[in-house]
């Protein structure tokens, strides 16, 4: 680490350290050095490769359920082999050392977080890992995607209806009361650390605003700049595996 990152995390480990409340807010970039690709980061991002509106927008599903789903399958299968890193640990260690001061709002819809013991992870895009249904049940039975027929995608026997992820997809809202839950923390934490994120997808990108104008230190972790470096009193300029120990690690 260069003199510059240090000496930012040692300015920024006595803010952790007083802070009643803190808020880490994460994306893509917070798992990549568990091996899971983030979306806008160049040559390697998903979003260099593939197309969003078709890979992640209810109209792309409906057009090639087959192949949305194999997608899914596939980014599935790569976070299930994947594994928490020294950050995801840190954080997951920082809430067990000081119970309630650690809100964790992640755009991932992985579950690295949770592994690593945050076990109240705010997911605001949802949940790779999670199944459900396409559409309203026709007949109004509320059955569970789990009876599903077997398929790529599975679909009901009885209306055809098809089993989609339960991520969010552009143009979709984010749930709700999640949504509710990570205004109220920015709003009132007095720290956030905004981490691996391009700032580029919102309302969750303005959860940083929102929380330097309610009165928040804000400080961005991303090894490249980033939208949110101007909302934020601080920049380190570091990974997130490498940053988030040396940061939370004994405080
Ligand atoms: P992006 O792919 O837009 O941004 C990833 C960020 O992580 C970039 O700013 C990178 O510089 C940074 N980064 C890369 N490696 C890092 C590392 N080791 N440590 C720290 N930072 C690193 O991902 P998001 O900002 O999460 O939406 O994208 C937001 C949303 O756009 C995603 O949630 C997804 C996508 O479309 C949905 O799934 C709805």
């Keep these: 680490m260069d003199a510059d990152l240090l000496a930012g995390i040692a300015a920024l480990r006595q803010r952790v350290a007083s802070a009643r409340r803190l808020v880490v807010l994460t994306g893509a970039g917070m798992s990549a050095e568990s091996g899971i690709p983030t979306f806008r980061d160049a040559m390697t991002g998903l979003w260099s490769r593939f197309d969003p509106a078709a890979l992640a927008s209810e109209e792309g599903f409906r057009a090639a359920p087959d192949r949305v789903w194999a997608w899914y399958a596939e980014r599935r299968a790569g976070v299930r082999a994947a594994r928490p890193h020294a950050g995801h640990r840190a954080l997951g260690q920082f809430a067990h050392r000081h119970p309630g001061r650690l809100t964790v709002v992640s755009q991932n819809v992985d579950d690295l977080h949770q592994r690593a013991g945050n076990l109240d992870t705010l997911r605001l895009h949802g949940d790779i890992g999670a199944d459900r249904w396409l559409s309203a049940c026709p007949r109004g039975l509320g059955c569970s995607p789990a009876s599903a027929l077997p398929g790529a995608p599975p679909h009901c026997a009885d209306c055809g209806n ?26 009132h934490c007095a720290l956030m650390l905004v981490v691996g994120t391009s700032g580029a997808v919102w309302p969750a990108a303005g959860l940083a605003g929102r929380a330097r104008r309610a009165g928040a230190h804000v400080a961005v972790i991303n090894p490249h700049a980033s939208e949110l470096d101007d909302t934020a009193h601080q920049v380190l300029a570091g990974t997130a595996a490498a940053v988030l120990p040396a940061l939370l690690d004994g405080v």
């Design 162 to 187: 098809l089993v989609r992820p339960g991520v969010v997809w552009f143009g979709e809202a984010l749930p709700e009361a999640t949504w509710s839950a990570a205004e109220s923390a920015a709003e």
